[in-house]
Nanobody, 115 residues
Framework: VQLQASGGGLVQPGGSLRLSCTVSGGIWSINAMKWYRQVPGKERELVAGFAIAGSVTHIADSVKGRFTIFRDYGNNAGYLDMTNLKVEDTAVYYC?????????WGQGTQVTVSS
């Protein structure tokens, strides 16, 4: 399983970004996908996640109401829609895919929220 994350960038406070994570081999090859973020000097934070089958999703309290996670089976990808971005959302964002007891990580994508 290989993951390709993209969509990061520089945005002003209040702006929006969509991160994508494409799964080689097809999204049905994994059980779940999660988005994490990390700021230098701090622990990696789980932002959102979903199970590939079914409707189980998770959104961290810190982003609830602003971030949405969804999957696109046709494009073999998961997405993280981020709206009303705040300076404190600045971080490197990573996608992670679970396949059985194994986890696979995509490369990080930098999100910078600054005026």
């Amino acid at each position: 399983v290989q993951l390709q994350a993209s969509g990061g960038g520089l945005v002003q406070p209040g702006g929006s970004l969509r991160l994508s994570c494409t799964v080689s081999g097809g999204i049905w090859s994994i059980n779940a996908m999660k988005w994490y973020r990390q700021v230098p000097g701090k622990e990696r934070e789980l932002v959102a996640g979903f199970a590939i089958a079914g409707s189980v999703t998770h959104i961290a309290d810190s982003v609830k109401g602003r971030f949405t996670i969804f999957r696109d089976y046709g494009n073999n990808a998961g997405y993280l829609d981020m709206t009303n971005l705040k300076v404190e959302d600045t971080a490197v964002y990573y996608c992670d895919a679970d396949q059985g007891q194994d986890s696979y990580w995509g490369q990080g994508t930098q999100v910078t929220v600054s005026s």
